[in-house]
Every structure is written in C-alpha cells, then in structure tokens.
C-alpha cells in the first residue's frame, strides 16, 4: 500500500469516527482547505482565509426507507486534534462545479448550492492537495448525483473528456453504496458496488455498430470504377434512344404547335404596331403634360412671388402711414403736462418712423421708390415744427418759472430773516419735461443749443438774485466790530484792545456751506437734464454731497440718467467736446454770482484781515472736495476766492511792511503776536 492510500485510510477512519454518531456510511473522505472568496480589482474570485478542512461523501437511508440521500459533510479539526462536524451539504441540492480558472494547479473548484440563505454571498472556494484527489472527489460526487439524486449539475471549467482519460487510466473504480448497510471504503471491492467507468461515459457498442454499417455503405473499392462508368453508359444510350421515339410519335403535334405559333407571330407583329401607334401618342402627351406643368411651375413662382410682393407693400404702406393722433400732436398739439404723455408716445413713434425708413432696417432697394422720399419728406417736416414749437414752448416755459419765483418775495432772504435757496419745485417741474428733451436731441441736436442758453440765462438770473440778498442779508446780521489794533507804538495814536471777529469766519463759511453744494447740484441737474453725455459732477459720497445732508434737497430724484428711445439707460462716456460743452454753459449759468462771495470776501478783510488766514483755510477744505471733472466752475469759483483772499492778505502783509519801515527810527515794537485768535 502506497503512502497515499495509507494517509486516504487514515482520512476515512477519522471522518467515520467523526460521523459515527449521526448513523451515515462515510463513502469519501479527502483533505483539503477552505477558502473564502473575494472580489478582486480586476473583477475575479481571489482567496483569503485558507483553513485546513477534511471533506467527506455520504450516504443515509431516507426516513421513509424508498431510496438513499447523499450529503457533503464538511469536517475541522478541533482543539485536541479530532475532526468534527462543521456544516453539511445535501447533495441534491448541488446546481454547479466550478473549476477556479486563476488557480493554474487546478486544484480550486467550487460548489454551488441552489438553497443558500444568502445569494450574494461568494461561495467558498475548496482547494485539494493534487489534481488526482480533485478527480476522485469530483467524479464521486457526479457518480452519486447520477445514481442516488437523479441529475448531474453543471460543470464549467473542467474537461469532461479529460475525467474520461482520466478515469480510464485509473483502473480502479469508485464504488457508490446505496444502502448504509452495503457501504465499503474507496479502495475497497463489493459484488453489489456501483462501477464509475469511462465506458459508461463514451459512445455504447451498439452506437459504435450502427455508425460502421453507416460508414460501410459509402465505401467503394477502386476497381469497381470501370464497370459502375460502363453501366452509366449504356443507361444513358438508351435514354436518348427512348427520347428520340418519343420525340417521331408527336409530329403532329409539333406540326399543331407551329402553326399556333405563326398564328401568335402575327398577332406579335400587330401587337408591336399598335405598341408604336400608342407610344407616339403617348410621346405627344408626355410633351403636352410637360409643357402645361411648366405654365404651372411659373404661374405658381408668379403666385409666390405676388404674395411676397403684396406682404412687402403692406408691411411698407404700414410704415408709410401716420396715424392722425400722433400728426395732430406733432404739428399742433399742447404741451401742458397732462400732454406730455401723448406728446413722448407721438416723439417715440416719429423716431422710429424715421428710423425704420433709412438702411438697413429699409431694404435699400426702397430706399429710392418715390413714395418713400415723399413720405420722408413729410416725417421731416413733422420733425421741424415740432421740434420748432417745443424749443419755444420750453423757452418760455423756463422765463416764466424763474420770473414767478423771482417775483415772490418769499424765495430769497429779508430782512432779519436768512433764506436757504430751495430749487426743488423748479427741478421737479423741469423733470416733467426731461424726457421731451432727450427725444427733441434724439431728432435734433442743434436745437438744444438755445434750450441751453435760454435755462442758463433765465436761471442765471434766479441764483444771482438769491446770492446778492443772502450776501447782503449775511453782513447785516453778522455782529462783529472793526479791529483797531495797534501793532506799533505811535504809529496812528493811542492802542486799544482786540475784538473778536471770529464771526466773520463764520459767516464766510456759511455762506460756502449754502451756496457750494447749491452750486454743484445745480451743475448736476443742468448736465443731466440737458442731455451731456458726460460723467456724474458729484460722485456718490463725496464731500459735497456729505456738505449738503442738512439741506432741503431731493437727492435721488435730481440723478437724471439718460436713456435711449426704448427707455435704456445710456451709460456716459467722457466726451472732451461734450465736457467743453457743458463747461461752457456753466459758466453762463453761474456767470456773475462770484461778485457777492469777492462782497462777503473784502467785507471780511476791512473787518479784521487776520481773518483772511481762517478764510484761507475754509476755501481750500471746500476747493480739495471738488474732484468731478465737470465741476470746473465751481472749482474755478473757490480757486479765485482762494486767490482774492491771499492777494488781501499780502496786502495787509506789505502795509504792515510798510509802517515798520517808515517808523523803524521813532517807534519801538511794543510786543510780537505770539498767536492769532479764532
């Protein structure tokens, strides 16, 4: 007895033992491991986990005693070193062997039951010491699938013909017990075993039979050939001679036949001339349907073509027509303010009229039809008078609003009373008319030059007569007495003491405290409300806008933004012949008001001229907020005052010069001005 069969005993006899208990016949008993199967990276089975297992077949006699049941026990070893039960397999319910392709010795199959409890759990895989072991146990389990269980499950990966090969050069059988009282080992021989040979797996004798006399009866020697062609040959001599008798017994009927043929030949022949006949006319009418489908193509392009014509002619009479409210409020209509909704719709409609009749939105192949020149014409000559009549209406609308507020006595300071300027009517009846006006520049930008000149002459009037009586009505209130200070001894008399005078100061600020942010604003509603395309005077947050928080003034309502005709705002850009423009206007607007600030200016100085250095320094606070591009008369306004209170301060500064240097050899300095007083 070789090595491995004493160790496949030993196997046995420790399973039998193991099993002795639950009654089974131990008819396999076989070492191997246990491993569990996992998915790997590339999508296969990979093992962990491998554990020593011993697997053994058997078999038991059911409870109702008609046929045997065969289980897969699978045995571990226990602490002490004895097999015992780990789990148990029922043989019937075996679907598939499969060999594991990864595994190149061969030896790693698994078994896959159709009743386990989890399906997506992976099989484990069993792993046998040589492929001679995995054939035993292999093939019993498919001899005892067959005979006890009935079926044979599916088998992938492994050869059936290689078990064969296998199985035939193992002489010795596996035998398979059906009774527990017949059971014997594997290596052991019974009269009543089950035989696993590789006959019974192989084509059966009888099949080997009937295929031979199959073969048999396509086999031909090779001399047989000759006489196999002669017989060929006389079958087919007397073939031909059946034929040719066949063919002299039907003369007359082939005579029959030929003269229905000639019959059928001459019909052909009348056939084929009324075949001609009918296709020549068929060629005419062919001709005709072509011609009359010509007619048709070109009478329907001319179909087309007119509806496009008329739809053009339509869509063109559309733009032609002016409708009668819009011509009755461009040639004669009001300009009052419940007007003025009637009169934007009607400057709208006119601007895109004229728009709609140049190139490109006009194809220009219209561009020349006379009644498109007659109709611009005419959409000219609504424009002129209506711009005409707006540009007066608007220039006497600004006289008689400034007119109003300068005959009423109540907008300007009085006496013992100081009257902050208040525009903000002014502005908001001027607002009512803004968008007239960018439509009237959207038509004509040469009108808006009189507009300009006509709201900075009416409202150059308004702020100068604003400015004269604040200026005046400022000194009158302002308390504060002549310095007669000394500064030399004996130079005019007896000294006196100093005065404050630090109420001059103040109302030089008040009166740049009024008028500057005064100024700016009106800057702002005059570049907006006129329609300069120029950047904001004062941006938001700036000094002068922080100057005017206590004042009465509608801050988001003076930001006029300018719009196109379909009501987009225009962003401005900085257009130097725009702000050359509007810096000309400026100063017309405020032309002459300086005159009453030099007023507040030389007022000051005669008081007391050390004041000029605190006036020095409020005008330069103002002066360094003006930072708009467009502010430049106001900044051109503080920079002169600037320049007239240090020209009277070096005036004061030279005079003093003067007196020391004349009296230097008869008088004594009777102190030095350690500071100046607020």
């Excluded at 017989?231 to 063919?247: D, G, P, Q, S």
């Excluded at 409708?323 to 006119?350: I, K």
């Excluded at 604040?470 to 006196?496: I, P």
Aim: some cysteine; glycine content about 6%.
């Amino acid at each position: 007895m070789t090595k491995s069969g004493s160790e496949n005993e030993e196997v046995l006899k420790a399973a039998e033992a193991a099993l002795q208990e639950s009654g089974e016949t131990v008819v396999m008993a076989v070492r191997g491991s246990k491993n569990r199967g996992i998915w790997g990276v590339s999508g296969r089975l990979a093992r962990h986990m491998s554990k020593p297992r011993v697997i053994a077949l058997t078999t038991r006699s059911s409870s109702t005693g008609q046929r045997a049941k065969a289980d897969l026990h699978v045995l571990k070893h226990s602490s002490g070193g004895a097999l015992q039960p780990a789990k148990v397999y029922k043989l019937k319910h075996l679907a598939r062997v499969e060999v594991i392709a990864s595994d190149v010795t061969g030896c790693t199959f698994v078994l896959g039951f159709d009743n386990l409890k989890s399906q997506s759990v992976s099989p484990p895989q069993w792993t046998l010491r040589n492929i001679d072991d995995r054939n035993r146990l292999l093939v019993c389990i498919l001899k005892m699938c067959k005979e006890i269980v009935g079926r044979l499950p599916k088998v992938v990966g492994m050869d059936v013909v290689e078990m064969a090969l296998w199985a035939q050069a193992n002489t010795k059988t596996v035998p398979v017990s059906a009774s527990a009282q017949d059971a014997q080992t594997v290596d052991g021989d019974t009269p009543n075993d089950l035989k696993v040979t590789v006959e019974e797996d192989l084509v059966s004798q009888a099949e080997e039979d009937d295929m031979e006399a199959l073969l048999g009866t396509y086999v031909m020697g090779v001399d047989e050939a000759e006489a196999f062609s002669e017989r060929l040959k006389r079958e087919l001599l007397a073939l031909e001679a059946a034929n040719v008798y066949a063919i002299l017994e039907s003369e007359p009927l082939v005579e029959e036949v030929l003269q229905r043929l000639d019959s059928a030949m001459v019909c052909v022949e009348d056939m084929d001339e009324w075949l001609n006949i009918f296709n020549v006319k068929l060629r005419h009418m062919r001709e005709d349907i072509e011609s009359i489908e010509s007619r048709n193509n070109k009478m329907e392009m001319q179909s087309v073509n007119n509806k496009s014509l008329i739809e053009e002619l339509n869509k063109l009479v559309e733009r032609l027509h002016i409708p009668p409210e819009y011509a009755s409020s461009l040639t004669g209509g009001s300009f009052d303010e419940a007007r003025m909704l009637q009169n934007v719709e009607a400057c709208d409609w006119l601007a895109n009229a004229l728009r709609a009749l140049e190139p490109p939105i006009l194809d220009p192949s219209y561009a020349n039809m006379r009644a498109v020149r007659e109709k611009r014409a005419e959409l000219e000559k609504l424009k002129t008078t209506f711009v005409r009549s707006a540009s007066d209406f608007l220039r006497d609308y600004f006289a008689s609003l400034v007119d109003f507020m300068i005959s009423d006595k109540t907008y300007f300071s009085q006496r013992g009373q100081l009257k902050r300027p208040d525009h903000a009517d002014l502005r908001y009846k001027c607002r009512t008319y803004a968008r007239m006006l960018q439509h009237l520049k959207s038509l004509d930008k040469g009108c808006l030059g009189s507009l300009r000149k006509a709201y900075c002459r009416s409202l150059n009037l308004l702020l100068r007569r604003e400015a004269r009586e604040f200026a005046n009505e400022l000194r009158a209130s302002t308390k504060a007495s002549r310095n007669q200070t000394v500064w030399l001894e004996g130079s005019t008399g007896s000294s006196g003491s100093s005065a404050d005078t630090s109420t001059v100061s103040e109302a030089y600020a008040k009166m740049l405290t009024i008028f500057i942010p005064l100024l700016v604003d009106e800057s702002s509603f005059f570049a907006s409300f006129m329609c300069f395309e120029v950047l904001p005077l004062v941006p938001p947050g700036g000094p002068s806008s922080a100057a005017k928080d206590g004042s009465n003034s509608d801050d988001s309502e003076d930001d006029l933004s300018l719009m196109d005709l379909e009501g987009n705002d225009i962003k401005p850009s900085q257009n130097s012949v725009e702000l050359e423009a509007l810096n000309e206007a400026l100063e017309e607007l405020l032309d002459g008001i300086q005159e009453d600030f030099y007023a507040v200016v030389d007022w000051a100085y005669k008081i007391d001229p050390l004041r000029c250095i605190s006036m020095h320094g409020i005008t330069e606070r103002y002066l360094s907020g003006q930072k708009a591009d467009a502010a430049g008369f106001v900044r051109r306004l503080l920079g002169d005052l600037q320049t007239r209170i240090t020209a009277q301060f070096n005036k004061f500064v030279d005079e003093a010069c003067h007196q020391i240097e004349r009296n230097d050899r008869n008088v004594r300095q009777v102190g030095v001005l350690s500071y100046i007083t607020r």
